[in-house]
Nanobody
Framework: QVQLVESGGGLVQAGDSLRLSCAAS????????MGWFRRAPGKGREFVASASRSAGITYGADSFKGRFTISRDNAKGTVYLQMNSLRPEDTAVYYCEATGANTNTYNYWGQGTQGTVVS
């Protein structure tokens, strides 16, 4: 079993930055993928970014590229999301998720951290 705990959310002004962190515990394997999803008010779950065990990086919507940066530390079991130039539409609950060792299916997720961007 893997437990994921996010931190780093908060309330910021448009144009500011937030850095989200996620720490995995209770693991006996290194997840194939660790990533970030978000759920904005009244909207569905949205893929933000993922980082593979071998350092492959994938981003979701084009609006994330150039503003968001995902990084991962396999030794520490952590994944980070640096979010710059934030916009009010980035307001959401951000969830850290992880797959099993040899799958692409996200089976583990944290409780979420709220990021609120005001104009």
């Amino acid at each position: 079993q893997v437990q994921l705990v996010e931190s780093g959310g908060g309330l910021v002004q448009a144009g500011d930055s937030l850095r989200l962190s996620c720490a995995a515990s209770g693991r006996t394997f290194i997840p194939n993928l660790m990533g970030w999803f978000r759920r904005a008010p009244g909207k569905g779950r949205e893929f933000v970014a993922s980082a593979s065990r071998s350092a492959g990086i994938t981003y979701g919507a084009d609006s994330f590229k150039g503003r968001f940066t995902i990084s991962r530390d396999n030794a520490k079991g952590t994944v980070y999301l640096q979010m710059n130039s934030l916009r009010p539409e980035d307001t959401a609950v951000y969830y850290c998720e992880a797959t099993g060792a040899n799958t692409n299916t996200y089976n583990y997720w944290g409780q979420g951290t709220q990021g609120t961007v005001v104009s």
